[in-house]
């Protein structure tokens, strides 16, 4: 439970599965801040915060975004 709200059953383990059986060439996961970090073989995979205002929105919300790809970080990045 998290601020009286019941939190959702951990679906990462899902997700992996789902990546790791159809191999694309990245992928691209957004959750909550303290979200564990996916684990695929073969994948290697960054992270960015992100706030919601800071592209336009309306709250103060944070996400982790998580980017994976086969080949390494995408180009340009840190």
Known sequence: M???YETAPDLIP???CCVAE???ACFLMEN???A???AVPG???RAE???DVWVGGETN???LFRFGTRDGPHPGGR
Do not use: C, D, K, S
């Open 61 to 63: 919300r944070l996400g």
């Open 43 to 45: 994948y290697i995979v």
């Open 22 to 24: 159809a191999t694309p």
């Open 49 to 51: 915060m992100l706030r």
């Open 32 to 34: 909550v801040p303290e």
């Open 14 to 16: 899902e997700f992996e």
């Open 2 to 4: 998290a601020n009286g």
């Open 36 to 38: 564990p970090e996916p």
